[in-house]
C-alpha cells in the first residue's frame, strides 16, 4: 500500500493514454485542480493573498462547497477502482530543499518505523507546513488510498470522488490560512505592545518626575493623612529598602567574612531610616555598626529602633570610628528632604571625614547629605560626593545633580498620589524592594 502511494507521489501524472483505464480529460483537469491547491505548500504566498485565495476558491465551488461531503459509504468505497490512484495522485513536486540537493525521506515511513509517523527527512524537507497539518495529510492520504484498493468505479462516483476532495482541500486551506492570518495578527500586535513599551521607557527616562522640597514634605505628608500611613510603616519599608540596596550592591558572596557597614544616622527620619537598615542588614547576614550622634529620645519610635539594635548586639556609637577601614560601604542617613541651610556641628566634621580619601563608598539615603534638596551639591565646605544613592518614594530635583549607581525605594505609593503628583515610578520588579533607574531619570 505503501509502496502504491509512494511511486504515486514520485511518478509524474499519467496520461490519459498511457493507461488502460485511464480517465477522462475531465478527471485529468480536476486531478491537476486537486494538485494545484495541495502542493501550494512549498511556496511562500502571504497570509492574506491565501486566505483571499481560498476563500474564491470556495465560493467558486458553489452550492456544494458551503456543504459537508457526505462520507463514503463501505459499498460505496468497495466499488471504487484501484488503478484510480494513478490519475487522481499528484506528481512529484520538488521541494526548494530538493532543488537544492536535499533528498527528502519517504513521506510514508515503513511499517518498522512505526506506520505511517513522519520522519525527520520529511520535515526538514518540508518545512512550511505543521506537524500536525502533516499527519492529518498523511491519515487523509491514507483514507483515500484504501478506498482506491477496490477495483471499479463509475463515472459518477469518480466525478463525486473529485468534488468531495475539493471540497475538502478547499476546506482545509480556508482553515490554513485563517490560523496564518490569526498568528500573523497577533504577532502584529506583540510588536505594537513592544513598540509601545519602548516608547513608554524611552518618555519615562527623558522626562522624569523629579521633586522639589516642598512636594517632598507633602508627599510624606499625604502618605499619612489619605492613605493613613503610620511613620513607623513608612521608615520600616524605606529602611528596608537601604538594607536591600546595600546587599545589591555590595552582595554577600563577594566576601569571606561576614561585610561591616557602618551606618551614620541623623537626628531626623532620615537617621530612622538608617536604623531600620541596620537592623535589616544584620539579619541579612551583614555586620552593622551605628553611629548616631544626636539620638532622638523624645519620641518613642526612635528609642524602640536602638533598644532593637542592642538587643541583636549592634553597636551604636555617637562618634564616627577612628579608622573607616574595613567596612565595605558607609551608608550615609544624616539628612534627608528637611535638611537646609549649612552644616552645623556634629556634623560638619562628620561630612568632612567622608569627604576625605581612602574612605570606603558611600550610599546615600534619599538625599546626599549635605546637598541642597533642589540645588544639588554645595559650593563651599565639605561635598558629599556618594557611589550609590536610593532615592526613596521619588527621586528629588538634587539627583538631576548625581551620576552614580540610582535606587528608587520605598514601595507604598498608592496610585492617587502617583496620579495627584504626576509622578514618573518605574514597576518595581517581582517582590523587589529596590528598582534602579536609569542614569538620566
Ligand atoms: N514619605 C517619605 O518620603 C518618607 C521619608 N522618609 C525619610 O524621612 C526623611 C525626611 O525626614 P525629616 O523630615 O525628619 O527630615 P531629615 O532631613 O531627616 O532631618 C531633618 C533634621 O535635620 C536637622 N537639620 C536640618 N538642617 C540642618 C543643618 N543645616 N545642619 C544640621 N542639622 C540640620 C534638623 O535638626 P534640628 O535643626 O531640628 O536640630 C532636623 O531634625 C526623608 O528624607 C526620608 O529619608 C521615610 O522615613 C519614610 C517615608
Ligand atoms: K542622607
Known amino acids: 500500500m505503501e509502496a502504491s ?29 486537486i494538485q494545484r491547491l495541495v502542493y501550494v505548500r512549498d511556496e511562500v504566498v502571504p497570509a492574506r493573498e491565501k486566505l483571499i485565495a481560498a476563500r474564491r476558491t470556495n465560493e467558486a465551488l458553489g452550492e456544494v462547497g458551503r456543504r459537508r461531503p457526505r462520507p463514503a459509504s463501505a ?30 525521506k519517504p513521506i510514508y515511513s515503513s511499517p518498522s518505523a512505526g506506520g505511517g509517523r513522519i520522519g525527520k527527512g520529511h520535515m526538514r524537507a518540508m518545512p512550511t507546513l505543521g ?49 496564518r492570518e490569526e498568528q500573523a495578527l497577533r504577532w502584529r500586535s506583540i510588536g505594537c505592545f513592544c513598540l509601545f513599551d519602548v516608547r513608554a521607557a524611552f518618555v519615562q527616562g527623558a522626562c522624569g518626575r523629579l521633586l522639589n522640597q516642598k512636594e517632598a514634605i507633602a508627599v510624606d505628608e499625604e502618605l499619612m493623612a489619605s492613605p493613613g500611613f503610620s511613620v513607623d510603616q513608612l521608615m520600616e519599608l524605606a529602611g528596608l529598602s537601604v538594607a536591600c540596596a546595600v546587599a545589591t550592591s555590595f552582595p554577600l558572596a563577594q566576601y569571606s567574612e561576614k561585610p ?34 544626636k539620638p532622638n529620645q523624645k519620641q518613642q519610635l526612635f528609642v524602640n529602633l536602638v533598644t532593637q539594635l542592642s538587643q541583636l548586639s549592634v553597636p551604636v556609637d555617637a562618634t564616627l570610628p577612628e579608622s573607616m577601614e574595613g567596612y565595605c560601604s558607609v551608608v550615609d542617613a544624616i ?3 528637611s535638611f537646609s541651610g549649612a552644616v552645623r556641628a556634629p556634623f560638619d566634621d562628620i561630612l568632612r571625614r567622608l569627604t576625605a580619601p581612602g574612605t570606603p563608598p558611600v550610599l546615600s539615603v534619599d538625599i546626599p547629605s549635605g546637598w541642597d534638596v533642589e540645588q544639588g551639591p554645595p559650593t563651599e565646605g565639605a561635598c558629599l560626593q556618594p557611589s550609590i544613592l536610593i532615592s526613596l518614594t521619588a527621586p528629588k530635583m538634587c539627583a538631576a545633580h548625581f551620576t552614580g549607581k540610582h535606587f528608587l525605594g520605598g514601595r507604598f505609593v498608592p496610585p492617587s498620589i502617583v496620579e495627584k503628583y504626576a509622578l514618573r515610578l518605574p514597576a518595581y520588579p517581582g517582590m523587589s524592594q529596590i528598582v534602579e533607574l536609569p542614569a538620566k531619570f
Open 5 to 33: 502511494v509512494r511511486r504515486a507521489r514520485e511518478e509524474p501524472l499519467a496520461s490519459p493514454n498511457s493507461s488502460p483505464r485511464a480517465p477522462e480529460s475531465s478527471h485529468l483537469e480536476a486531478a491537476q485542480a
Open 75 to 104: 459499498s460505496e468505497v468497495r466499488q471504487l477502482p484501484n488503478a484510480t490512484m494513478g490519475a487522481f495522485a499528484p506528481p512529484h513536486m520538488p521541494s526548494t530543499a530538493e532543488q537544492d540537493g536535499f533528498r527528502p
Open 131 to 179: 506537524a500536525k497539518r502533516l499527519a492529518k495529510e498523511l491519515s487523509a492520504g491514507r483514507r483515500m488510498e484504501e478506498q482506491l484498493k477496490e477495483p471499479e468505479r463509475t463515472q459518477e462516483q469518480r466525478m463525486e470522488f473529485v468534488k468531495a476532495l475539493r471540497i475538502r482541500v478547499a476546506q482545509e486551506k480556508l482553515v490554513e490560512s485563517q490560523r
Open 260 to 293: 561591616q557597614v557602618l551606618l551614620i544616622c541623623g537626628p531626623g527620619n532620615n537617621g530612622g531610616d538608617g536604623l531600620v537598615a541596620a537592623r535589616h542588614l544584620h539579619h541579612f547576614g551583614y555586620s552593622p555598626r551605628v553611629v548616631y550622634p
Open 335 to 337: 539628612f534627608g528632604f
